[in-house]
């Protein structure tokens, strides 16, 4: 039997339902005082602001103020921005990756409070995809060069004094690729934008990179695909198997390996193992030199030396170090086989960089189908057409590319300015399995950056900027090792705490579950299992505290 409620019951509820609707009023009028506030950024004076609006709250992000401008004449920009009472006074310049070209979310650093800023570095890639915004176009090239991010750091200070009333208390930046090559640009041209910066596999010397790329491709389709390393097991002209790739892979793992006293799959220090590929695959060439599915021609032989070697013009010059040991799985990108229907993945890069962001005169357009190299480049038309298999690397030291060096390069290695009159911090990182960006050149320039800017004195050096060489990591993450960290709170903690990271904590995961863990240790010393002993290939002693740097 349901009792009927007393008045005091009666009073109760409606006191409850009373606190409740007030509770709700003043919620809603929280969204309206956030939103007003949001939307006045639009009268910005001093700014061109098209969007300024709140962001929903989702269940990883609360609600945020986004804010959408342009500066002229093409660069678009936004900028995330966490409530005033979410702000935890920190600026974060997101970085880019490829030729870019769209506007990138850093949700994840919005949570954590940052207000976050990206642009698409002054050109579309919906309507100019690849490289074909520098068709004829200096002013997207230099956006897309440097001046891009640099303006856009200054526009997203502006509108985060606006919004907040005040200015950053640290502004950092954090990219890897193309982001880590604008993070080396900046402390370069623009030393004042940032007090830490945070430049993963930085593709700094961009064009060098680029044109190695061409100049692999051409390796590769060269003599009908002669040293491809994909072989045709039906005469059908797919090429359908990648066995020639494992074998290589077998063979470098099972010389390099074991060299840190650990079999898991990973070359820990590249440079230490002295892999030869005349010695070490001379049992495994084809007999009579005749292509097999599980052995390797001279030109196969020729190709995998070049390609370890890196590129070199017709005299014998380095363009760019090669590739490192212990990545050959990757290598897949580069060769054509049925998987990508003979159209390798660096192909569609090399096909129009040189088109169109190499030379100061743009030479043409790319071919339709750059795979077809019978086609002859018609040249008497309104856009005159230019293949990629034209290309000649000693365009690259004769200095024909020296103009688009200048506007993309970012290779200077006197970080003066930046480290030691503005006090910065500079955090390096490259995985060593990287084949997209080579890792050597990185660790190259930091050398050089200890002997221009500390006269080779790398424990002066190390107050100010670090590298971290990750074994088995791919670009700018995946891979066979340990690949996952927080890449901007070292950096933090040593801007603003003055606790220089002598190690990260880099973690693999396999379907998000860690299963080999350890210490990446800052350059030059190497993480060094110290466990339990003869555990050293127990992958349940693969944690951070069983290794030590030294």
């Known amino acids: 039997m349901i009792k009927p409620m007393g008045s005091g019951t009666r009073v109760a509820v409606a006191s409850i339902c009373v606190w409740l609707g007030a509770v709700g009023s003043l919620a809603a009028q929280s969204v309206r005082d956030d939103e007003a506030a949001c939307k006045a950024l639009l009268e910005t004076r001093n700014l061109t602001l098209g969007v300024a609006r709140l962001v929903e709250a989702t269940e990883t992000i609360p609600r945020y103020c986004y804010v959408k401008g342009l500066i002229s004449p093409a660069i678009a920009y936004h900028v995330q921005l966490p409530l005033p009472r979410n702000w935890n006074g920190r600026f974060v310049n997101w970085g880019d990756g490829a030729k870019d070209g769209d506007l990138d979310f850093a949700d994840h650093r919005v949570a954590q409070g940052y207000a976050v800023a990206n642009s698409n570095t002054g050109h579309d890639a919906g309507s100019e995809p690849g490289a074909s915004f520098g068709h004829n176009n200096r002013q997207a090239e230099i956006d897309f060069g440097y001046r891009a991010v640099h303006l856009t750091v200054n526009a997203a200070k502006t509108v985060i004094e606006a919004y907040y009333g005040s200015a950053a ?12 090559r604008q993070g080396l640009m900046e402390a370069q041209r ?16 961009y064009q060098e990179l680029n044109t190695t790329h061409v100049w692999m491709m051409q390796r590769v389709f060269e003599d009908q695909f002669a040293g491809n390393l994909a072989f045709d097991t039906n005469g059908d002209g797919s090429h359908d198997s990648l066995t020639k790739l494992r074998v290589l892979a077998e063979v470098v793992m099972a010389k390099c390996d074991a060299r840190d006293t650990i079999t898991d799959g990973v070359v ?104 077809d190299l019978t086609r002859v480049p018609v040249r008497d038309q309104i856009q005159k057409e230019w293949a990629w298999w034209e290309f000649n690397i000693d365009d690259v030291t004769s200095g024909k590319g020296d103009f688009m060096r200048a506007i993309t390069n970012s290779e200077d290695p006197d970080l003066t300015r930046f480290l030691i009159d503005q006090g910065g911090k500079l955090l390096l990182y490259h995985g060593w399995a990287d084949v997209a960006s080579h890792p050597e050149p990185t660790l190259d320039y930091y050398q050089d950056v200890v002997r221009t800017t500390f006269e080779g004195d790398i424990e002066a050096a190390k107050d100010h900027t670090r590298i971290f060489m990750v074994p088995g990591m791919a670009h700018c993450g995946g891979g066979p090792g340990p690949n996952n960290w927080d890449k901007l709170a070292p950096l933090v903690a040593w801007v603003e705490k003055g606790e220089a990271p002598d190690y990260l904590v880099a973690a693999h995961r396999t379907d998000g579950v860690p299963d080999n863990e350890r210490k990446i240790c800052a350059f030059p010393e190497l993480a060094v299992y110290t466990g339990p002993a003869g555990g050293q290939n127990n992958s349940a002693n693969w944690v951070e505290e069983n290794f030590s740097c030294r």
């Open 190 to 205: 623009y030393p004042d934008d940032f007090d830490g910066i945070i430049a993963g596999a930085p593709v700094n010397f």
């Open 169 to 180: 208390v640290f502004s950092y930046h954090e990219g890897c690729s193309t982001g880590g």
């Open 268 to 371: 820990d220090d590249p440079l230490s193992c002295d892999f030869d590929p005349d010695v070490d695959l001379k049992g495994r060439m084809c007999a009579g030199d005749v292509n097999a599915d599980e052995c390797f021609t001279q030109a196969q032989l020729q190709l995998v030396k070049d390609f370890y070697r890196g590129a070199f013009d017709s005299h014998g010059v380095t363009v760019l170090k090669g590739l490192p040991l212990g990545a050959e799985n990757r290598w897949i990108r580069y060769f054509a086989h049925s998987g990508n229907n003979m159209f390798p993945l660096s192909l569609a890069n090399a096909s129009n960089h040189a088109s169109y962001l190499f030379y100061e005169t743009d030479p043409g357009v790319p071919v339709q189908d750059p795979t």
